[in-house]
């Protein structure tokens, strides 16, 4: 049945081409359309990122004005779709819902689930980067039992999402600029990642002619396991856990041990051989938000910068090229603005809605793709014959 390369996690195949984001994990770089990460970081907004990794270039003044003005007219939800969140259970992970109702979002608007009509593309594309914080907000505060927020369109991005996630009718959320624009880093640098797990999910998905609302919700899904996106998670567990600098020589030990199934949540890359470019600037971040909310004794920055001190230094993470990536300092950060554990992981999905979405568009515009479709090795039996189920056992 022809000829194929066993290739076990694909650490060898390339799936597609692609022009949006560039990595040399060896050198630690990062692009998106050629511009560093660390660039994009400091002096863009996220709804310049968007524009770009949807179009391709950054936006000039009118380009940026008119683009916010498009995601503006479709941050609210329909209606009904609110209804969607109370067939819930209250403690249900927000990142269950979100793989609910981003896949109901295909109910509610049919005419970007034509995915023939470029047009419909880019509004679809529109659409989910819109309302992706509405559905993140509303995912948290059916989890703290609070009224959904309707979006405030004279707000930026960022400071919307933060005032749906923690505005209240009788206690509006005031406008914070240094933690708007901290949440606009961390939307940054998560935006895209070229060909990760969820990113390929989205692909594969959408390889079937899938409409782009489930390919989304197949990403999210993906996103979730703690080896990729639950890794934010995951780290703050470990840190709290840790508890005490004095512990960290014991773990580092466990994560080093081949007997033990322990890994250090937040170290090590596929792809990244070197320290993750977006880590280091979200070790900045962290800095200055913990700095501008004042908190001066943060224990699990503690254990963290000197986990990560001895980690560096020790002859497994070197020998391995084992170093912090995105998922550890973020954790730290958005536990400080306020959000529980449970929502990191949706604040990813969040940001990586647009590069999923990007690279589905890539994907459906290539005139060479086709449906994905693996090969296997077949390790089971070999042809057996039939036997009757009152002649087995
Ligand atoms: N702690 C201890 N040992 C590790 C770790 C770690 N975090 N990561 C890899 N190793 C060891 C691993 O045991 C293996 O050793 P050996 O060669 O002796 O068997 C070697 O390093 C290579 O690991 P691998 O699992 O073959 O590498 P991979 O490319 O398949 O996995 C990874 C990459 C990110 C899944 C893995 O490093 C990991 O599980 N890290 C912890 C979870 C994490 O932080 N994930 C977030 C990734 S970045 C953001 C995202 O993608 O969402």
Redesign the pocket.
């Known amino acids: 049945t022809g000829s194929f390369t066993y290739d076990p996690?694909f650490t060898s195949t390339g799936s597609c081409e692609s022009k949006i984001t560039f990595i040399d994990g060896d050198e630690g770089v990062l692009l998106h359309r050629g511009y560093a990460i660390q660039d994009l970081a400091e002096h863009c907004d996220f709804p310049e990122v968007c524009f770009l990794l949807l179009n391709g270039h950054l936006p000039d003044a009118a380009e940026k004005e008119n683009f916010e003005g498009i995601i503006r007219r479709h941050t609210m939800v329909h209606e009904q779709l609110t209804r969607f969140f109370s067939g819930f259970r209250r403690d249900a992970h927000p990142m269950a819902i979100m793989c609910g109702v981003v896949g109901a979002l295909s109910a509610f608007y049919h005419d970007s689930t034509n995915i023939d009509d470029p047009k419909q593309r880019m509004i679809a594309s529109h659409r989910l980067v819109a309302k992706i914080p509405t559905l993140a907000a509303m995912a948290y505060k059916y989890s703290v039992g609070q009224p959904f927020m309707y979006p405030r369109n004279d707000l930026s991005y960022s400071e919307n999402f933060l005032y749906m996630t923690f505005g209240t009718p009788c206690e509006p959320y005031k406008v914070n600029p240094i933690l708007s624009r901290a949440m606009d880093k961390i939307f940054i640098l998560h935006a895209d990642?070229e060909q990760?797990a969820s990113t390929s999910t989205v692909r594969l998905a959408g390889s079937s002619g899938a409409n782009p609302f489930a390919c989304i919700a197949a990403g999210i899904a993906c996103?979730w396991g703690?080896?990729?996106?639950g890794?934010n998670e995951?780290v703050l567990k470990m840190l709290e856990e840790i508890g005490s600098v004095d512990r960290i020589p014991e773990i580092v030990r466990r994560?080093?041990d081949?007997n033990d199934n322990f890994?250090?949540?937040?170290?090590?890359?596929?792809v990244y051989k070197n320290y993750d470019p977006r880590a280091q600037v979200m070790r900045a971040t962290c800095h200055e938000v913990l700095g501008e909310l004042g908190i001066k004794d943060e224990p699990l920055l503690d254990i963290a910068m000197e986990l990560e001190k001895i980690a560096l230094e020790d002859e497994y993470f070197i020998e391995?090229k084992?170093y912090p990536?995105?998922?550890f300092y973020s954790g730290i950060i958005l536990k400080a603005m306020g959000f529980p554990t449970s929502m990191f992981t949706v604040l990813?999905a969040l940001a990586r809605t647009v590069g999923w979405i990007s690279q589905w568009k890539e994907m459906i515009e290539d005139k060479d793709q086709k449906i994905g479709r693996p090969r296997q090795l077949y390790t089971g039996e070999t042809r057996r014959d039939f036997v009757p189920l009152a002649q087995r056992g």
């Not at 703690?226 to 996106?229: E, L, Q, S």
């Not at 890994?263 to 596929?270: D, I, K, S, T």
């Open positions: 996690g990642h990760n996103l703690p080896a990729h996106g890794a995951a994560a080093k081949k890994r250090l949540m937040g170290f090590g890359h596929r391995k084992l990536n995105v998922d990813f």
